[in-house]
């Protein structure tokens, strides 16, 4: 077996191209906070241990490194510096050290695995992860001869012929665990940032004379996220991987660009989703379920065959049951309902369970909050809740009882009981045209008054 | 007058790599099955007969096809194994046979036309649809010298020089009716597949001494759809012939991108369009009317200068008459609004008829489902219904009637009268005070059990 | 100090490729009339007048002049006709004249100060704004050598050395106001067309020895708009604009391409913005506001922290104030929220004023209107109304006053009291399940009946 590698996720950047209180790293990105993706990307690598560097000051970064450890970084000093921030987390750590970034959530796995592996396998002090670029202008150049990366050229040190190589620096690299102290803590900043360039271990690690290597990923991977419009370009590359999956596993999407997907949406076969669907974190889709136009779910499981949509709204701590039909303009929040029960139109139901069967009328309004808490309402099987009713909670609706259209229900309704809670119609003939002309002489005084 | 045409579909085949248990040419396309346009683009030559071919027990695909029919493939032994299933079912006819494929919905009527026509012209025995592939690897070539189509190789038998040609076979064939039966019975399985390829025909028509040509459509059209992403591609095709097409005809789209169009749509010159509008099949939209952003629309007839949404859905059986609003959060089904109606905040209203210039509150329910059956709301012209009404069906309520708000109505309401169906208001002084401190408390409380 | 130039805008075309009873210039854009845009973008010049050249009867389009001057072109006689029609309107003026046409919203105020910059510089007659075009077939070319602009030959006229030039005619012209009515008068019409061609009027300065310049813009800027095709091109145009300058600023949209902007949106840093959202004129959003998934806004102002959506509709004359929750399909209408008030589902709020923290139930409806006239309902702060309530207005409820659940309000609420307008419930047992046998009893014989 061998020994399983540590990684230290740079996380101590300003950013302050992101124009926001907000740390970069934190920006979500496919309902995560940006560096949870770096962290559930390495994660696959099942390392021994992950250490985050830190910005001072930053508890809501080291709070997303939790359960890892994040040091800080005290000044900003270079990535050199970042690094050798890291270096007491990892005493005693023996095997390659994987350096990468919090704010490139976009680097797969398989491409840190790669450069892993051909570090073991070349038993090379320094890896790093390069890339073709279509244009190559703004990065460090890998100079790579007979196998062997020679150095990191900065791009504005770069000469003629080093301009035209067009193979560059990504910024991930992996340092020999036995090595990587004494490489960090050579790194001098004589430059003209006074900073400490990470990139320099090359050099250091070829000085000694030790062996460097560069493992080529996908442009696409390296892009590094420092603006708005950089985090935009990010999210789009990360639904266009998810959006593929989804459909290579047999779910149908009108338009996939209009299919917003979290990190952990689960979605199974024979999904149909229209367009226009937001899943935020948290939403499992069982087989068959027919997801409509214009939805937003959240935090909820949604049962085999059930008909969402369009315009439907499902929130955190809901639980959808098979075959259950919920209609457009229907609200559900932390709220169970039982196979083939339905909310068809313009409800809101919160903190509600809802019985097998049971069909919730138009305009239906679970009153779960009274200013202060929070109460439940719970419905049985076959129940029948007439449109425009009110439930105030906390309370019970029998299995197999009816509550009348626009009643109040404020006591619980008995099994197979009928509840009213609304006045008896009373109909006054033409008081309608009465009431219409003096309405309509008053609009015109109104209207008169406003001219004066 | 030409002898007419005949039109073989071959929709057997298997779709496995859609993962679905809906057959492939039933997956859905811009609101039709995607069958139905390929029966509906060979339909355009006005063909004498069209003959389904289906895999056994397909019976959802033979519906798809009625009323034309469809003869089974008892085993899947290739494309040449089942068009010839379907000689039987092409008994006496004469003219050129089409052989098209289920899975290919964007070949044009055009390109289809000038095949045959071209076919005819020549006294072809066989006649082939190519395209200029950007990449040519995955497609069968069409080697052609002279006009000759001499043959169709595979791309895995193509010789350097074959390779480097970027005509390819688009699968589209057009056989003369009098050789057609002759020649698929020739094909032969001795291949590595041991299946019976359709291509072979080119070949052995050749071999007989009979001219075989190719005509060439553009590389568009050819797209076959074998996964859910191939789905979403052709969609997204469809879609854009469809928005072309409506543009070109005076509709204006803010974003047509994000406008879904159905096969059928039909809309009007000055017809404006917001972002994010879905529609079904079935829907026609007069001159003049503005269809706000998020709007789903289904099987509706809009008359001239209404007003619809945002966030409006309208669902069949609706005919939504000239000058008529339909506001946010309101859902029709089934539904007539007569000219100058309206309906402008959170309604639903289902199975009704709603007269002239009347005017629906905000949040009114036409109660129209008793848990078994549904019924009718009738509403007279320039009646009143006041919100948060609940009209419990069937009713009625009669011309320049007024229904106040809040009521839940359940008898008829005469022409002109006034119907009343909500309690009194009593008022108690001090009394939210009180209520608010006992509900602090209770809240507090509750929070207090829930630590311990 | 330099003379201010004076801006001639051609509007009089007819615009027949738009199918359109609206007149093309009139088209919105980004929330905004297309020659607003240009309107907005020549003001950027600061110049001394400016004056509109539209269709006779085209009064919408002298409106949309206002307070600008138009003037009528009597007959379409081609662009130097127009711009003639214009010299009244110029006279004592002895600045640049700037040539813009109406149906060119994309020309930026940049491209046209550094055409004018350049004119006064080297004292030309005519200058014109040229572009290297992908595809120049299309258009005329401008012919420059030794920095001179010698003529602008139409693409049709053109020889095959002047074909295979790529500089092309924008249409924007700058003309010296001391030379250009005789230039414009010069202009004759002896072509295949019969029409007055502006463009002539360089090669009238050049034989006049006259210096003649071009000055290169982008080709992204010079797309007319002839089409709704054309139409929606341009909108994508200005909406990456606007969503650029937008995120540059600290603005995160999950999905730029669908969120929809008006020219005037102001959106502060922090702001961020889900998918589908759309801004009509007059909207303006302060710091750490969140606007979620599928909303709707136009004409109000959101302060600081508010969360609003999904699925909200803001409509105009709105003040949203800071930490306010507008929820899941609620509309405001020319209503103020004051700070941390909620109204989290299903309301319809119009004509409003919502105090201090105060919570409006899912379900209410503010009755602002009795078919006649509209009426203001006024709550105070820290007051609970309950779900599913109507509020008739004119209405007032008190600050901290408390409505029960679905009551109908038509009376003023005290501060601090307690109102009911609602029915006290009854329940009777055993009678839904009674119920329940007779309406499927009822349900069966109507089917049955249907069959007969």
Chains 1, 2, 3 share one sequence.
Not at 171 to 179: K, S
Not at 214 to 223: L, N, P, S
Not at 242 to 247: I, V
Not at 288 to 294: E, L, P, R, S
Request: aromatic share 4%; hydrophobic share 45%; glycine share 12%.
């Amino acid at each position: 077996m061998t020994t399983p590698i540590a990684v230290v996720v740079l996380a101590a950047g300003a950013g302050t191209r992101m124009k926001s209180t907000l740390p970069k790293v934190l920006h979500p990105l496919a309902g995560w906070p940006m560096v949870r993706h770096v962290l559930d990307n390495v994660g696959r690598l099942r390392p021994g241990r992950i250490v985050g560097v830190i910005a001072p000051g930053a508890d809501a970064v080291a709070a997303a490194f939790a359960p890892h450890p994040a040091v800080v970084q005290k000044r900003p000093l270079g990535t050199g510096d970042a690094a050798k921030a890291a270096l007491g987390a990892l005493k005693g750590h023996r095997g390659p050290v994987l350096v990468v970034f919090g704010d490139a959530p976009l680097v797969t796995a398989e491409s840190m695995r790669r450069l892993v592996a051909a570090c073991r396998r070349s038993r090379a002090a320094v890896g790093v992860l390069g890339f073709k670029a279509r244009d190559p202008s703004p990065y460090g150049r890998l100079i790579v001869h007979g196998g062997v990366l020679e150095k990191i050229v900065e791009s504005k040190d770069a000469n003629a012929v080093e301009k035209a190589v067009d193979f560059c620096n990504s910024g991930v690299m992996c340092i020999d665990g036995a090595l990587i102290g004494g490489l960090l803590r050579a790194i001098r900043n004589n430059n003209a940032k006074r900073e400490f360039y990470l990139t320099d271990a090359v050099a250091l690690a070829r000085a000694a004379g030790h062996r460097t290597i560069a493992v080529e990923g996908d442009e696409e991977e390296f892009q590094g996220i420092n603006s708005r419009a950089e985090l935009a370009v990010g999210e789009r590359a990360l639904q266009r991987r998810l959006r593929a999956a989804a459909m290579a596993a047999g779910v149908t999407m009108t338009d996939p660009d209009t299919v917003w997907l979290a990190a952990d949406t689960r979605l199974s076969p024979d999904v149909s989703i229209g367009p226009c669907v937001r899943f935020g974190p948290g939403v499992s889709v069982a087989s068959g379920v027919q997801i409509k136009a214009f939805c937003d779910i959240e935090g909820a499981r949604i049962g085999r065959g059930a008909l969402i949509g369009p315009f439907a709204r499902i929130r955190p701590g809901s639980d959808v049951g098979e075959e259950v039909h919920i209609g457009n303009f229907v609200e559900l929040k932390a709220t169970r309902m039982a196979r083939g029960a339905k909310a068809n139109h313009l409800a809101y139901l919160g903190d509600s369970a809802i019985g097998q069967r049971s069909n919730i009328g138009a305009g239906t309004i679970a009153v779960n909050y009274d200013g202060y808490g929070k109460h439940r309402t719970v419905i049985g099987a076959d129940a029948f809740v007439g449109s425009n009713s009110s439930l105030v909670a906390p309370v019970r609706v029998g299995r197999g009882a009816n509550v009348t259209a626009g009643s109040v229900i404020t006591e619980d309704v008995p099994d197979g009981a009928m509840a009213f809670g609304r006045a008896r119609q009373v109909t006054k003939k033409g008081r309608a045209t009465a009431l219409r002309a003096k309405l309509k002489e008053r609009a015109a005084a109104a209207k008169q008054a406003k001219k004066k």
